[in-house]
């Protein structure tokens, strides 16, 4: 009897651990891969399991570094990416191959959702119509159409370097984030775009997709991918989902998702509702609430970042002010790092730092140092040497010395370098949104996804207002640590 209550009570212990650890599930940055999460978050949610969402965080690149780091559990992906891009090996063409490639780095896909959502390539009806394209090899000699793929579709071999290959197609092709793509061929400012197959966006703006004659795009089924330490639970919660959604179905869930008063909360929720996974469509979504949490986890970023660079910056600086040589390749450093790319630094970062918070309070960091430290080691260096032998004149130790003479004098230039790196770190810091990080760069990010200008704005008007109330917090701190003539703004100056 005994024996049996601890065998029972072991496993009560066993599923309320599961059950009390946060599921992390993450996305990419279109539609679909945002509306296939929300389903497995509402679904997972509904049988008592706490979620934590990451949505939006780039490209493939980005969730399969996330994925192997653990920063996330699970993220929707398609078995012609995995093949193509993750493995990047010849001779995987079943399922079962890709799942024993996959196992080898710690890897589980799960049971395909139903649908192939396949690369193609997209032409409003009319224009197909009117030049004879019906096929990809039709654009072979129609050099004078405007044509746009996706950063990641031009740089991936099963993308655009392959494709022009096998058709022979000489065209210049341009980059363009997905969803802005159709707003800009329904604009007139494109001709051709690549697509997914199940965009809700094709029928929306009466877009055709041409035939892949030459059979290039291999097939896309969609599925969740896991590493091995997920619980079993969630395992078969997540498995519900197998074959559940067509073709059809899925440009219907997407279409939906792009109607206006709508959110892929409440596309997911009536979905698990109509299919019967959940009792009731709970989507209760509120901006204040959201925008509430995503202002304060912005502010947390800039504010953590800001600080750190204000002790190392103004620190570094008062330590090598007095050395010319040392100071300038301090400078010439921090000037190196002002030269990567935002986004690209973030990315580097996450094979040694994950996703989330901290390498984004890094990147952060570094680029907010360069105009704190510069600005901290002008005002020093450029203080009379005359003041300075008044100081030792007057038999002032180091410390004296810094306090009553240099730290006023150099006060104005140190919070102006303090003022511009907090703007800038505020408009930076929406960019930590494709990493998983939260803050104002959600909304943007997501807008863009779905081509909404409303969530754009939700994240672009508080971070501009973010920075407006920067500038007036440190003219209320220049005026409160600034003696009047010496003021930024003192009109005697």
Known sequence: MNKRFMTAFSLLLAVSAAHSQAVVVGSKMFPESYILAEISAQLLEDRGFEVRRRLGMGGTKICYEALQTGAIDFYPEYTGTINEVILAQSGISSLADIRTALAERGLSLLSPMGFNNT?????????????????????????????????EFLNRQDGWPGLKVLYGLTQDVDGIDH?????????????????????????????????????????????YLTHDRLPAEVLEVLESMSGRIDDARMQQLNRLAMEPGTSIPKVAADFLRDEGLVS???????????????????????????????????????????????????????????????IALLALLIPFMGIGQKPAILALFLYSLLP?????????????????????????????????????????????????????????ATLAAFIGAGGLGDPIVTGLALNDSSLILQGAIPAAILAILTELFFSSMERALVVPHMRSNDPQL
């Open 119 to 151: 690369y193609a390539i997209a032409i409003p009806a009319h224009l197909s119509r009117s030049a004879g394209v019906l096929r990809i090899s039709d654009l072979r000699g129609h050099d004078d159409l405007r044509i746009a793929f996706p950063h």
């Open 179 to 223: 969803g802005l793509a159709y707003q800009a061929i329904e604009d007139g400012q494109l001709d051709v775009i690549a697509a997914y197959s199940t965009d809700g966006e094709l029928t929306r703006y009466d877009l055709v997709l041409l035939e892949d004659d030459l059979e290039y795009f291999p097939k896309y089924f969609a599925a």
């Open 372 to 428: 704190i430290a510069r600005s901290t080691i002008t005002a020093l260096l450029t203080i009379p040497p005359t003041y300075r032998q008044v100081a030792a004149a007057m038999a002032m130790s180091r410390r004296q010395e810094f306090r009553y003479l240099l730290l006023p004098l150099a006060m104005p230039h140190v919070i102006a370098g303090i003022r511009t790196a907090a703007v800038i770190s505020i408009g930076t």
């Open 280 to 342: 009731t469509s709970d989507a209760r979504s509120t901006i204040f609430p959201q925008l509430w949490r995503n202002t304060r986890r912005h502010l947390k970023l800039t504010a953590t970042a800001l600080s750190l660079a204000i002790l190392v910056g103004v620190g570094i600086a008062l330590l090598v002010h007095r050395r010319r040589t040392v100071a300038n390749a301090f400078l010439y450093f921090a000037s190196l790092l002002q030269t990567i790319p935002s």
